[in-house]
Structures are given as structure tokens and as C-alpha cells.
């Protein structure tokens, strides 16, 4: 069983809105830190956003602020990106990723820092 799951994105054109949706088990979930990575086609992957769902504490990458939310929904262990005024930057393979531990605060950023990944799911961005 997969520790965590991701899923949603698709293709929207610039200016659009996506969600996708990370569901953790029951053990990923709980006082965690879950974040979101994205990796462009040729470049290296990249942090997006995170929260620490023991008190919902969130943290965004500069490029996003202000287009992407994070948030948490504990009857479903599930954390959700809402991607909003999307950009063709954008555009790439986004990662549900959980730490194993909560304290996402000078962590979230490094890949390494989260023992769970999901496979995986495609956003892209047309201009």
C-alpha cells in the first residue's frame, strides 16, 4: 500500500486553475509535514509548497506565493494544492511527498528530507 497517493492535475491554458490532491494513510498523515515537489521536463525538481498538518502551518516557494494554496482536510487525510492564474512555467510532474515526522520549517525544501513519494501526476500549462 502506498503510503501517499497523488492525483488530479491535466492541461489547462495560462490564466487557469488545477487541483491536485495528495491522500497520505493514516500513518503519513497524522503530525506530518507533506509538501508538494514539481520537476519540468530537463531541469531538476523543485519544492512547491508544504504544510505541517499538526497545526497548519503553510510554506510556499517564491514563484508560487500568491497563485498556489495548500490546505489539509483530516476526515480524508488528504492535502491539496489549488493552483490558480497558472503559468506555462508551471508545467511539469508534480510529487506528493510526506517527511515521516512533522517540522517542515527549514525542511520542506530538500527532497531529502521526506521518506514517502507519491508517482506522481502531469500539470501542464499551454501559453
Known amino acids: 500500500q502506498d503510503q501517499v497517493s497523488d ?3 491535466g492541461s489547462v491554458q495560462a490564466g487557469g486553475s488545477l487541483t491536485v490532491s495528495c491522500i497520505a494513510s493514516e500513518y503519513t498523515y497524522r503530525g506530518n509535514c507533506i509538501g508538494w515537489f514539481r520537476q519540468a521536463p530537463g531541469r531538476e ?4 509548497a508544504a504544510i505541517d498538518t ?3 502551518s503553510t510554506y510556499y516557494h ?4 500568491g497563485r498556489f494554496a495548500i490546505s489539509q482536510d483530516n476526515a480524508k487525510r ?3 494544492l489549488q493552483m490558480d492564474s497558472l ?3 508551471d508545467t511539469g510532474t508534480y510529487y506528493c511527498a510526506a517527511r515521516g515526522q512533522n ?3 527549514g525542511r520542506w525544501m530538500f527532497e ?5 513519494w507519491g508517482r506522481g501526476t502531469q500539470v501542464a500549462v499551454s501559453s
Not at 525538481?45 to 512547491?48: C, F, G, K, L, Q
Not at 517564491?62 to 506565493?65: A, F, G, Q, T
Request: hydrophobic share 35%; aromatic share 14%.
Open 87 to 89: 503559468r506555462p512555467e
Open 7 to 9: 492525483f488530479g492535475g
Open 112 to 116: 531529502h528530507n521526506f521518506a514517502y
Open 54 to 56: 499538526a497545526d497548519g
Open 78 to 80: 488528504t492535502v491539496n
Open 103 to 105: 517540522f517542515c520549517a
Open 62 to 65: 517564491d514563484s508560487v506565493k
Open 45 to 48: 525538481r523543485e519544492a512547491v
